[in-house]
């Protein structure tokens, strides 16, 4: 009598497989071995059967839904993909792919990878470099050490009291300076005074301190127009009844009803002079003397 | 090709001893009560428990279709020679195998990284193949002979679950000890 067979009992679907690579040429005599399985007197019971051809079946399907040549054409596939991507390598479709055939590419995947022109190092030795080491003492303590973003953000952010409170008596010195000079050298003094010291909020204190000189040296503009503007219009307030431009439109206002009336009083105001006036009477006298 | 059903419809019989041992027990009846087959076979079964101390395991009709003979098998060809079809079943993950035998060489394909050894879904006569088994004929469909769900040990429930499409075909050899 033939041996039956059992089903696994500890079979699962997803649990391990063993990958067999068969020839495609020889696919047809491992048939032999499916259908002998596939046979139910091969098995105990028809539950046994049942279960073990769906298995057998699904492994004969694989077989004819994979192939060396495909699975390894994937992986240069992907070795392009990432050699683009990372070392910007161009490769170009010579001979697409045909039924028959695969695609023919170039350039050819190296035995070893290389660095494309320009490049020395690989992808880690570029980061390092993109972070860099600045001199020791920088400010905002990204020196002597790889400066990494979040060092960039800790000096970009609001900082520890003690430092804002070194910006607020900076900042109120330099409204009580008088010369552009100073200024500037106050915040240089204080650029200085944080070297290697300030870390957290460095550029935002910085930048504060720079736009409150900006601050400072605007007001001494101010007050430098001010006193521009006091000699004009007498150091009153503004106004536009009382100011240069003002007095000069009053002025001339006046000589125009000065002329006025100069004019009036020798052609009475008006063409053709009327009787009455310096002309007329001087007309009549010389009429008479005639 | 002309197919004519052979006139009598076997009715076999399989006893099994004590021992495992085997043995079938045909019976001959007319094709014209192929329709009541069943039923005059249940009324012999009920019966032979009096004349045999063997148990009735199995029962099976045979309806026979015979050509005429004028098929000519081709030069070359080879029965041992199969073109193996799988399918898709109604239910989700199943496969129903069929395995015709003679496989024609010129059916597979081609070209391509199964070239001589798959075969050619396109090609007309392994369409028209594959179309008849799915959709059936005559009002007659052919399933894999389980049921939707799961195995479960009684051959009494399993309906059959139709073919739904063909997944691949290819050529295969027979195993020997099926021959």
């Given at each position: 009598m033939a041996v039956k067979y059992h089903f696994p009992p500890a079979y699962t679907p997803n649990g391990d497989h063993a990958l067999l690579c068969v020839p495609v040429t020889f696919i047809p005599f491992f048939r032999r071995f499916f259908e002998g399985m596939e046979h139910e007197s091969r098995w105990a019971t028809r539950d046994d059967w049942y279960q073990a051809y769906q298995v057998f079946a699904e492994m004969e399907a694989c077989m004819m839904s994979g192939c060396v040549d495909r699975i390894v054409e994937m992986q240069e596939r992907t070795y392009r993909l990432l050699d683009a991507a990372l070392n910007g390598t161009a490769y170009t479709v010579d001979s697409p792919a045909t039924p028959t055939t695969l695609a023919v590419v170039s350039p050819d995947i190296p035995a070893a990878p290389g660095l494309p022109n320009g490049i020395t190092a690989g992808l880690r030795k570029q980061l390092l470099d993109a972070q860099g080491i600045m001199p020791s003492g920088w400010p905002f303590g990204m020196g002597d050490k790889l400066a990494t973003t979040a060092d960039m953000v800790k000096a970009l952010k609001a900082a520890s009291p003690s430092e804002i409170t070194r910006a607020k008596e900076t900042i109120t010195g330099l409204t009580e300076l008088a010369q552009g000079a100073t200024i500037l050298g106050t915040i240089g003094q204080f650029l200085e005074d944080g070297?290697?010291?300030?870390?957290?909020?460095g550029l935002l204190l910085t930048t504060l301190v720079a736009t409150a000189g900006q601050i400072a040296a605007a007001a001494k503009q101010e007050t430098m127009m001010w006193r521009l503007i006091d000699t004009l219009d007498g150091g009153g307030l503004w106004a536009p009844s009382t100011n240069v431009i003002a007095e000069l439109v009053k002025a001339n206002e006046t000589l125009v009803a000065k002329l006025d009336r100069l004019i009036t009083s020798l052609d009475g105001g008006a063409t053709p002079a009327p009787s009455g006036n310096i002309l007329s009477d001087l007309d009549a006298i010389n009429t008479k003397l005639v | 090709m002309a197919w004519k059903p052979d006139p009598i419809v076997n009715v076999i019989l399989c006893f099994r001893d004590d021992d495992g041992a085997e043995s079938e027990h045909r019976l001959k009846l007319p094709l014209s009560a192929l329709p009541a087959a069943e039923a005059f076979v249940l009324d012999y079964a009920s019966l032979i428990a009096a004349v045999s101390d063997c148990a009735l395991y199995r029962m099976r009709t045979t309806l026979v279709c015979k050509d005429d003979g004028s098929q000519v098998a081709a030069v070359g060809s080879n029965a041992k020679r199969q073109s193996v079809l799988l399918f898709e079943t109604e239910s989700p993950g199943q496969i129903y195998v069929i395995a015709v035998p003679g496989l024609i060489v010129s059916r597979l394909m081609q070209i391509g990284p199964y070239a001589q050894v798959q075969l050619d879904p396109s090609d007309s006569a392994i369409s028209a193949l594959v179309t008849l088994l799915v959709n059936g004929s005559a009002g007659a469909r052919p399933v894999a002979p389980w049921n939707a769900t799961d195995g479960g040990d009684s051959a009494f429930d399993w309906a059959g679950v139709p073919l739904l499409r063909l997944q691949t075909a290819y050529w295969g050899y027979e195993p020997p000890e099926w021959q």
């Open positions: 070297a290697g010291v300030t870390a957290e909020g | -």
